[in-house]
C-alpha cells in the first residue's frame, strides 16, 4: 500500500470537515485495504468512522431499530452478521437478511458494513489491475469486451461491461421506497450538518453511461449514514455462485411480494449482478401480478420475462439462463414465506 | 510516513508497536510483536489464514489495520491453550489430522474457537459454515470437521461438572 495518513476523528462533523476526493471514509475498510493494495485506490487519508459518537436528531449511525409504522432503520455502521442474525430484520425485510448472510465469509461480515457493502466498488478483474486500461480509473478503453467476461454484465453493458458488486443494493432496490440517509456539512462559518434522503430506485445507482468513474451518487464530502426499510415480510434473495464460500454472485435476485389472500397483488422483482447497477424488472413483477401466489407458470412466465432485453457478451450467455434460474428460486423462496 | 506508537492487547498482555497507519494488524503481530502464529496467505482477505479474534469474533488481520486494533482484545493463535498447554482444537487438530502443511492451521483454530466460544454445541452444517472464510489446500476439509467437532465434545464434556453440578456434588 502507498503511505496514507490516518484520521480519527469522534464527531460526525469532524468527520465531514476532513473527508474530500483524497480523504476516504473507513469502516469495515474490506473494499477499501483491498482497492489500497492492489493499487488502484491511493487515498492520501483515511478518516476511521469507528470512533464517531452517537450522533443526536438524526438517524442512528449503529443498530437496527423499528421506527413507528413498522419501517427498518438501518444504521449505516451496522455489519452484515449483525443485519443477517437481526431478529427484526427476519420479521420484517427478510430478503435483506438472506442478502447479508450470502456475501463474503464470516470473518469479513463481522467487520463489514451496510455502508460499505452498498459503496463497494466493481469487482471486474480489470478495474482491479492497475495493469490494464479501464474506463472506470478514466482511461479510455474497456479490455474486459475482447477479454474475459464470463461473470459480466448481460445488461447494460455496451461501453463498462462490470457488474454492480453488493448483494445489499440487490435487496434494498426490491423494497418498495427503501430509501438512504446521507449527510454532509455546510460549507461556511457555521458548519451545520445537512441531511439528506434518497430513493434507492431513483438515481442513487450510477449508470456508466453517466459517469463511469463512480457508481454510487454520493459526493466526495457525503457521509451514507442508515438506511430506511419499509415492511417487507413476504420476501426474499438468492444467488448462484461459482464458488460456495467468498464468492460475488454470478446473478441475484431479491423479490417482495405483496399477498392478498392467496394472490400476489404486487410484487417488486430486483435483479442483480446482471448490470452495471442493480434493476428493476417490471416485465417480471407485472409476470406475478393479479396471479395465485402458487400458480408455478406464472413463476416460470416471470422468470423468463426478466431476461427480456439481455444483451450477453460472447462468454456470458449462460448468465442469461442463470438469471432465469435465480428468479425462479427468489419467487418461491419468497413465497415460502408467506403465511 | 511517520511511524505512531500503538499499544496492542494481545492475548491479555499490552505490546507497544511502532507503526505506519498502513501497516496491517497482521504485520504489527508477527513484525512488532513478535507472534509469528498468525500467518498472511493471500494478504487480501480471501484466505482466512490471518485470523485473529478481535473482541472475541473472528476477524481477518490482514484486512484490519494495527491502529484501528488499538484498545480491541485481540487474540491469536499463541493466546490458546495458556501458551504452554494444547487447546483442545490443538490437540483435535493433530488427533484427526486436521493439519499437513500447516498453514491455513491457525486461521482454522483461531475460527473455530471464536466459533466454540459461542456455540458449543454447533452441527456439522453449522461449522462448516462457520469456517467457509478459511482456506485449506491439503486436507479436504473433512478432518478439519472431524476435529473441530471432537473439540466441541472435548469442552463440553470439561464444562459439564462446572456448568451442572451433579446430585452428589451439590450435596457437598
Given at each position: 500500500m502507498k503511505p496514507f495518513s490516518y484520521a480519527r476523528p469522534t464527531t460526525a462533523a469532524d468527520v465531514l470537515k476532513l473527508l474530500s476526493p483524497t480523504a476516504r471514509p473507513k469502516a469495515g475498510g474490506n473494499d477499501l485495504l483491498d482497492l489500497a493494495k492492489r493499487g488502484v485506490s491511493t487515498p492520501a487519508t483515511l478518516v476511521d468512522l469507528s470512533r464517531i459518537s452517537v450522533q443526536e436528531g438524526?438517524?442512528?449511525?449503529d443498530g437496527v431499530t423499528v421506527a413507528e409504522g413498522g419501517q427498518l432503520e438501518i444504521g449505516a455502521r451496522v455489519t452484515l452478521a449483525q443485519i443477517a442474525a437481526s431478529a427484526d430484520v427476519l420479521r420484517i425485510f427478510p430478503a435483506l437478511a438472506d442478502a447479508a448472510a450470502a456475501a463474503a465469509t464470516p470473518q469479513i461480515r463481522n467487520v463489514a458494513t451496510l455502508g460499505g457493502n452498498l459503496l463497494q466498488r466493481p469487482r471486474c478483474a480489470y478495474f482491479r489491475d492497475p495493469f490494464f486500461d479501464c474506463l472506470k480509473r478514466g482511461?479510455?478503453?474497456?479490455p474486459a469486451r475482447d477479454g474475459?467476461?464470463?461473470?459480466?454484465?448481460?445488461?447494460?453493458?455496451?461501453?463498462c461491461c462490470a457488474t454492480h458488486p453488493s448483494n445489499l443494493a440487490t435487496a434494498l432496490l426490491?423494497?418498495?421506497?427503501?430509501g438512504l440517509a446521507t449527510i454532509t456539512v455546510e460549507i461556511g462559518a457555521k458548519g451545520g450538518l445537512v441531511w439528506r434522503t434518497v430513493e434507492l430506485s431513483d438515481g442513487f445507482f450510477v449508470r456508466p453511461e453517466d459517469?463511469?468513474?463512480?457508481?454510487?451518487?454520493?459526493?466526495?464530502?457525503e457521509l451514507l449514514w442508515a438506511a430506511f426499510v419499509p415492511a417487507a415480510p413476504v420476501s426474499a434473495y438468492v444467488e448462484i455462485n461459482q464458488k460456495q464460500s467468498y464468492d460475488w454472485a454470478s446473478v441475484a435476485c431479491a423479490v417482495v411480494l405483496d399477498v392478498e389472500g392467496d394472490k400476489i397483488a404486487d410484487a417488486r422483482i430486483a435483479l442483480g449482478a446482471v448490470a452495471p447497477v442493480p434493476l428493476l424488472s417490471e416485465p417480471a413483477a407485472a409476470a406475478l401480478r393479479g396471479k395465485g401466489l402458487r400458480d408455478t407458470a406464472a413463476w416460470d412466465a416471470a422468470a423468463a420475462a426478466a431476461t427480456q432485453g439481455a444483451t450477453p457478451l460472447a462468454r456470458n450467455g449462460h448468465k442469461v439462463r442463470q438469471l432465469r434460474a435465480v428468479v425462479r428460486r427468489a419467487i418461491e423462496a419468497a413465497v415460502a414465506r408467506s403465511k | 510516513m511517520a511511524k505512531t506508537l500503538v499499544r496492542l492487547t494481545v492475548n491479555g498482555a499490552t505490546h507497544e508497536v511502532a507503526v505506519e497507519p498502513r501497516d496491517t494488524l497482521a504485520q504489527a503481530l508477527r513484525d512488532g510483536c513478535g507472534l509469528t502464529g498468525t500467518k498472511v496467505g493471500c494478504d487480501l482477505g480471501t484466505c482466512g489464514c490471518c485470523a485473529v479474534m478481535l473482541d472475541g469474533r473472528a476477524a481477518l488481520a490482514c484486512l484490519t489495520l494495527a491502529l484501528e486494533a488499538e484498545g480491541r482484545a485481540i487474540t491469536t493463535i499463541e493466546g490458546l491453550g495458556g501458551g504452554t498447554n494444547l487447546h483442545p482444537l490443538q490437540e483435535a487438530f493433530a488427533t484427526c489430522g486436521g493439519s499437513q502443511c500447516g498453514y491455513c492451521t491457525p486461521g482454522f483454530i483461531v475460527t473455530s474457537a471464536a466459533l466454540l466460544d459461542h456455540e458449543p454445541s454447533p452441527s456439522r452444517e453449522r461449522i462448516k459454515d462457520a469456517i467457509s472464510g478459511n482456506l485449506c489446500?491439503?486436507?479436504?476439509y473433512i478432518k478439519i470437521v472431524d476435529a473441530i467437532e471432537r473439540a466441541a465434545d472435548r469442552i463440553r464434556v470439561a464444562k459439564t461438572p462446572a456448568d451442572a453440578p451433579s446430585r452428589e456434588l451439590q450435596h457437598n
Amino acid at each position: 500500500m502507498k503511505p496514507f495518513s490516518y484520521a480519527r476523528p469522534t464527531t460526525a462533523a469532524d468527520v465531514l470537515k476532513l473527508l474530500s476526493p483524497t480523504a476516504r471514509p473507513k469502516a469495515g475498510g474490506n473494499d477499501l485495504l483491498d482497492l489500497a493494495k492492489r493499487g488502484v485506490s491511493t487515498p492520501a487519508t483515511l478518516v476511521d468512522l469507528s470512533r464517531i459518537s452517537v450522533q443526536e436528531g438524526g438517524p442512528r449511525f449503529d443498530g437496527v431499530t423499528v421506527a413507528e409504522g413498522g419501517q427498518l432503520e438501518i444504521g449505516a455502521r451496522v455489519t452484515l452478521a449483525q443485519i443477517a442474525a437481526s431478529a427484526d430484520v427476519l420479521r420484517i425485510f427478510p430478503a435483506l437478511a438472506d442478502a447479508a448472510a450470502a456475501a463474503a465469509t464470516p470473518q469479513i461480515r463481522n467487520v463489514a458494513t451496510l455502508g460499505g457493502n452498498l459503496l463497494q466498488r466493481p469487482r471486474c478483474a480489470y478495474f482491479r489491475d492497475p495493469f490494464f486500461d479501464c474506463l472506470k480509473r478514466g482511461g479510455t478503453s474497456c479490455p474486459a469486451r475482447d477479454g474475459v467476461h464470463d461473470e459480466m454484465a448481460i445488461f447494460g453493458n455496451a461501453k463498462c461491461c462490470a457488474t454492480h458488486p453488493s448483494n445489499l443494493a440487490t435487496a434494498l432496490l426490491a423494497a418498495p421506497q427503501a430509501g438512504l440517509a446521507t449527510i454532509t456539512v455546510e460549507i461556511g462559518a457555521k458548519g451545520g450538518l445537512v441531511w439528506r434522503t434518497v430513493e434507492l430506485s431513483d438515481g442513487f445507482f450510477v449508470r456508466p453511461e453517466d459517469d463511469p468513474l463512480i457508481e454510487a451518487a454520493i459526493a466526495p464530502g457525503e457521509l451514507l449514514w442508515a438506511a430506511f426499510v419499509p415492511a417487507a415480510p413476504v420476501s426474499a434473495y438468492v444467488e448462484i455462485n461459482q464458488k460456495q464460500s467468498y464468492d460475488w454472485a454470478s446473478v441475484a435476485c431479491a423479490v417482495v411480494l405483496d399477498v392478498e389472500g392467496d394472490k400476489i397483488a404486487d410484487a417488486r422483482i430486483a435483479l442483480g449482478a446482471v448490470a452495471p447497477v442493480p434493476l428493476l424488472s417490471e416485465p417480471a413483477a407485472a409476470a406475478l401480478r393479479g396471479k395465485g401466489l402458487r400458480d408455478t407458470a406464472a413463476w416460470d412466465a416471470a422468470a423468463a420475462a426478466a431476461t427480456q432485453g439481455a444483451t450477453p457478451l460472447a462468454r456470458n450467455g449462460h448468465k442469461v439462463r442463470q438469471l432465469r434460474a435465480v428468479v425462479r428460486r427468489a419467487i418461491e423462496a419468497a413465497v415460502a414465506r408467506s403465511k | 510516513m511517520a511511524k505512531t506508537l500503538v499499544r496492542l492487547t494481545v492475548n491479555g498482555a499490552t505490546h507497544e508497536v511502532a507503526v505506519e497507519p498502513r501497516d496491517t494488524l497482521a504485520q504489527a503481530l508477527r513484525d512488532g510483536c513478535g507472534l509469528t502464529g498468525t500467518k498472511v496467505g493471500c494478504d487480501l482477505g480471501t484466505c482466512g489464514c490471518c485470523a485473529v479474534m478481535l473482541d472475541g469474533r473472528a476477524a481477518l488481520a490482514c484486512l484490519t489495520l494495527a491502529l484501528e486494533a488499538e484498545g480491541r482484545a485481540i487474540t491469536t493463535i499463541e493466546g490458546l491453550g495458556g501458551g504452554t498447554n494444547l487447546h483442545p482444537l490443538q490437540e483435535a487438530f493433530a488427533t484427526c489430522g486436521g493439519s499437513q502443511c500447516g498453514y491455513c492451521t491457525p486461521g482454522f483454530i483461531v475460527t473455530s474457537a471464536a466459533l466454540l466460544d459461542h456455540e458449543p454445541s454447533p452441527s456439522r452444517e453449522r461449522i462448516k459454515d462457520a469456517i467457509s472464510g478459511n482456506l485449506c489446500r491439503c486436507t479436504g476439509y473433512i478432518k478439519i470437521v472431524d476435529a473441530i467437532e471432537r473439540a466441541a465434545d472435548r469442552i463440553r464434556v470439561a464444562k459439564t461438572p462446572a456448568d451442572a453440578p451433579s446430585r452428589e456434588l451439590q450435596h457437598n
